[in-house]
Antibody
């Protein structure tokens, strides 16, 4: 069974940093691209970032470019999102999701989501 | 960036109704479109990919069609479990973009 379990969400002050983790199981981790999608309260879905299956290509939404860094540790089957210079508008539920084998993907499995709150 | 526009934003329907949701892209995305269903407090669930391919395990009452800039998601006979919000997603180009969502409510 494919499972994606996020961790690391919490309340952080504006300008602060946070690292989200997503532990994957139930599939061959290195066969798939991965990504993060967020959803602010009662809002729609917003793609944040993706990383290809080999980890050498990363993609970011303009809203987070230069502040967030996506990475993967294939030895630990874990996806990360390093979030720096956080702003109030980054407050959202963040989902980890599994992409396909291509460079540009849809997401077939999602984690349960975790809340990141940015507030003073 | 490719803008994805869904209509309607809210749809009231009854069990057994045929429901159609439209998603329009601001430029051609060929057939690189996915549809998701989301229930309150839950993660999105993939329904359709490549415009019309049904994800494994998804009931056959769901179907997708379209190409280029106009796409539709159809539920042939609405069931109680289908009341949810539906999103389309472009995966032709980065940045990946989602439609604003269509909430299907009980009439």
């Amino acid at each position: 069974e494919v499972q994606l379990v996020e961790s690391g969400g919490r309340l952080v002050q504006p300008g602060g940093s946070l690292r989200l983790s997503c532990a994957a199981s139930g599939f061959t981790f290195t066969d798939f691209a991965l990504g993060w999608v967020r959803q602010a309260s009662v809002k729609g879905l917003e793609w944040v970032s993706s990383i290809n299956l080999s980890g050498d290509r990363t993609y970011y939404a303009d809203s987070v470019k230069g502040r967030f860094t996506i990475s993967r540790d294939d030895s630990k089957n874990t996806l990360y999102l390093q979030m720096d210079s956080l702003r109030a508008e980054d407050t959202a539920v963040y989902y980890c999701a599994r992409g396909g084998r291509g460079a540009i993907v849809y997401f077939d499995y999602w984690g349960q989501g975790l809340l990141v709150s940015v507030s003073s | 960036d490719i803008q994805m526009t869904q209509s309607p934003s809210t749809l009231s329907a009854s069990v057994g109704d045929r429901v159609t949701i439209t998603c329009r892209a601001s430029q051609s995305i060929s057939r690189w479109l996915a549809w998701y269903q989301q229930k309150p407090g839950k993660a999105p669930k993939l329904l359709i990919y490549k415009a019309s391919s049904l994800e494994s395990g998804v009931p056959s009452r769901f179907s997708g069609s379209g190409s280029g800039t106009e796409f539709t998601l159809t539920i042939s006979s609405l069931q109680p479990d289908d009341f949810a919000t539906y999103y389309c997603q472009n995966y032709d180009l980065y940045p990946l973009t989602f439609g604003g969502g269509t909430k299907v409510e009980i009439k």
